[in-house]
């Protein structure tokens, strides 16, 4: 048994969730999800509860149990309270501002860079040196930041670009660390 999967998913109050088949439909207040699972996966809804559980101990449908059940979890987290990233800009010279839909970055290039919102992903700059990335999809708020943070991302001498403010940026000492022989 998965020790993820055996796990019932609570569903708070206020999130209606509709199990069709292997098509999960999660609505809440901040929006609705509907994602299609795998045929094997059993997928029940009853009494403020969500429970997963697989037709045989093959090796697939055993990886898939606790994915499936997750899954799940993350749509109704996301319905409720929503995801947020936030990228941290560092470097002389390099801010990011937001107007309208469209945010800015000056990250030293010859030319401003432009990421837009999108209607499930919103982007806040708070301060010139950072910004917050919000939506109800896990994956979709994650593909999203790994995509502002691929315009530059941090390097390993200065530690100048974009980077997740969790992450630690591996520093290399140049070419005048070494010592003469």
Do not use: W
């Not at 943070?149 to 974009?162: A, V």
């Not at 000492?173 to 010592?179: F, H, L, P, R």
């Amino acid at each position: 048994m998965s020790r993820i999967g055996k796990h019932p998913i609570t569903v708070p109050a206020g999130v209606e969730v509709k199990v069709d088949g292997s098509t999960v439909t999660v609505k809440g207040p901040k929006g609705t999800l509907t994602k299609e699972f795998k045929p094997s996966m059993k997928i029940t809804a009853d009494g403020g509860q969500i429970t997963v559980e697989r037709s045989d101990d093959e090796a697939a449908n055993r990886s898939l149990h606790g994915l499936t059940r997750t899954l799940i979890n993350n749509m109704v987290i996301g319905v409720t309270e929503g995801f947020k990233k936030e990228l941290e800009i560092n470097g002389v010279g390099y801010r990011c501002s937001k107007q309208g839909k469209d945010l800015t970055l000056n990250i030293g290039y010859s030319h401003p860079v432009i990421v837009s919102d999108t209607d499930d992903i919103k982007i806040e700059a708070p301060q010139p040196n950072q910004i917050i990335i919000t939506g109800i999809d896990k994956q979709k708020v994650g593909q999203f930041a790994a995509e502002v943070r691929s315009k530059r991302p941090p390097e390993p001498y200065k530690g100048k670009g974009i980077k997740y403010v969790d992450e630690v940026v591996r520093r290399k000492e140049g070419k005048a660390g070494k010592g003469k022989k």
